[in-house]
């Protein structure tokens, strides 16, 4: 079969390679699509030190199921799946208290292990999903579930006001659980375009931190108050530190971006304004219903969030052009049929 394989940083080749076999904890799957995200990209550049090469990217699956389970009549042969990407040891602080996703020993699919981008994966089959969803969609499930996630961590209900910083793929899972849950939801970034997806999203209203002043913005959004819930998707000191000096006194501030330097912070406000500081790192299962739920029910506007869907074989190449200009692409999806 053919796989994709990053052999060292910034070099990726299409190799063929032996399928692998189902054991009896997993299933054979055929791999369909792809979708590649920022930590593929890290990978790739040879950014994550978690990576060790070589190694097989993808982690964002669309799959048919090759051999039916047993005892599942749900995942029978044939059945179109997407899947849950990470793992849990059971035996951590995070796993004993029935939250595996921050498990401590996680190991996610084309990270700490080769990932999707080939041919046939095995997989146990309590990662699995199955959905009445086209290909596109099922990749698009995981990484919306990271923004899902953090809504639910962030407690959001009809009556908040969300700010969400930031609309690349993570955020945009963040506004469309927002909408979903009837909030009024505000998006902000620098970029134009990433906005005007954000509103097909869901966002109300939008903030363009290039152009206009974030503070004031959402005061006049807020009848002064400022939101009372911020969802920090992009990860740098001055975001982090706008989450906790424009949110709401007594509101919530939940960081999913991973800030690649030091913050420092005026720790008064997190006093004076008693809120509550969350992290939020990937996903449950119930985010993973609950998106596709949404997709089920047609209320994301797939097309226009996918950027490019190309075959293994233009995928070195177009690793490549993303990084090299990476603003240039909002979604890119490997199809490998
Ligand atoms: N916690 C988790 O489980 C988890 C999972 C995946 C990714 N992440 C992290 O989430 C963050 C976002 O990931 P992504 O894939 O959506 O990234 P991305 O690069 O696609 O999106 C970032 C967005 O932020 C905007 N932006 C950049 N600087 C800005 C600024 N100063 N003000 C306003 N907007 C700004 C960009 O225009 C872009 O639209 C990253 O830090 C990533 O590492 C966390
Ligand atoms: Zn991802
Ligand atoms: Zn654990």
Same mark, same amino acid.
């Given at each position: 079969?053919?796989?994709?394989? %990053?052999?060292?940083?910034?070099?990726?080749?299409? !190799?063929?390679?032996? !399928?692998?076999? =189902?054991?009896?904890?997993?299933?054979? +799957?055929?791999?369909?699509? &792809?979708?590649?995200?920022?930590?593929?990209?890290?990978?790739?550049?040879?950014?994550?030190?978690?990576?060790?090469?070589?190694?097989?990217?993808? @982690?964002?699956?669309?799959?048919? %199921?090759?051999?039916?389970?047993?005892?599942?009549?749900?995942?029978?042969?044939?059945?179109?799946?997407?899947?849950?990407?990470?793992?849990?040891?059971?035996?951590?602080?995070?796993? +004993?208290?029935?939250?595996?996703?921050?498990?401590?020993?996680?190991?996610?699919?084309?990270?700490?292990?080769?990932?999707?981008?080939?041919?046939? %994966?095995?997989?146990?089959?309590?990662?699995?999903?199955?959905?009445?969803?086209? %290909?596109?969609?099922?990749?698009?499930? !995981?990484?919306?579930?990271?923004?899902? @996630?953090? &809504?639910?961590?962030?407690?959001?209900?009809?009556?908040?006001?969300?700010? &969400?910083?930031?609309?690349?793929?993570?955020?945009?899972?963040?506004?469309?659980?927002? @909408?979903?849950?009837?909030?009024?939801?505000?998006?902000?970034?620098?970029?134009?375009?990433?906005?005007?997806?954000?509103?097909?999203?869901?966002?109300? @209203?939008?903030?363009?931190?290039?152009?206009?002043?974030?503070?004031?913005? +959402?005061?006049?959004?807020?009848?002064?108050?400022?939101?009372?819930?911020?969802?920090?998707?992009?990860?740098?000191?001055?975001?982090?530190? =706008?989450? &906790?000096?424009?949110?709401?006194?007594?509101?919530?501030?939940?960081?999913?971006?991973?800030?690649? !330097?030091?913050?420092?912070?005026?720790?008064?406000?997190?006093?004076?304004?008693?809120?509550?500081?969350?992290?939020?790192?990937?996903?449950?299962?119930?985010? #993973?219903?609950?998106?596709?739920?949404?997709?089920?029910?047609?209320?994301?506007?797939?097309?226009?969030?996918?950027?490019?869907?190309?075959?293994?074989?233009?995928?070195?190449?177009?690793?490549?052009?993303?990084?090299?200009?990476?603003?240039? #692409?909002?979604?890119?999806?490997?199809?490998?049929?």
């Amino acid at each position: 079969m053919k796989a994709l394989v %990053i052999k060292k940083p910034g070099e990726a080749v299409v !190799e063929s390679m032996a !399928e692998p076999v =189902a054991s009896e904890d997993t299933l054979l +799957l055929r791999v369909r699509m &792809v979708g590649l995200c920022g930590s593929d990209l890290n990978s790739f550049r040879g950014k994550n030190p978690l990576v060790t090469f070589p190694r097989i990217p993808g @982690h964002e699956v669309a799959a048919t %199921i090759v051999d039916g389970s047993k005892y599942n009549p749900a995942l029978a042969a044939g059945t179109a799946v997407t899947l849950s990407p990470y793992t849990s040891c059971g035996k951590c602080a995070s796993c +004993l208290r029935e939250r595996p996703n921050a498990c401590q020993f996680n190991e996610t699919l084309g990270v700490q292990r080769d990932g999707a981008l080939t041919e046939y %994966i095995t997989i146990p089959a309590e990662k699995l999903y199955p959905a009445n969803l086209t %290909i596109k969609e099922l990749c698009l499930v !995981e990484p919306l579930t990271v923004g899902f @996630h953090a &809504v639910a961590r962030g407690r959001v209900t009809a009556q908040d006001t969300v700010a &969400v910083l930031g609309c690349g793929g993570v955020g945009l899972g963040s506004i469309a659980a927002s @909408h979903f849950c009837g909030a009024k939801t505000i998006a902000v970034d620098v970029d134009d375009a990433k906005l005007s997806l954000a509103r097909k999203v869901g966002a109300g @209203h939008t903030i363009n931190t290039s152009k206009e002043p974030l503070r004031r913005s +959402l005061l006049d959004l807020t009848d002064g108050l400022g939101p009372d819930v911020i969802i920090e998707a992009i990860g740098q000191p001055q975001t982090f530190r =706008a989450a &906790v000096e424009e949110v709401a006194f007594t509101g919530r501030v939940v960081y999913i971006g991973y800030a690649k !330097e030091l913050v420092a912070y005026e720790t008064r406000l997190f006093v004076q304004k008693e809120l509550d500081i969350m992290g939020s790192r990937n996903a449950l299962p119930q985010d #993973f219903r609950q998106v596709i739920r949404m997709l089920e029910e047609r209320r994301f506007p797939v097309d226009d969030a996918v950027t490019s869907v190309l075959p293994i074989l233009e995928a070195p190449d177009i690793l490549r052009a993303w990084s090299d200009n990476p603003a240039r #692409f909002t979604k890119i999806m490997i199809h490998l049929d």
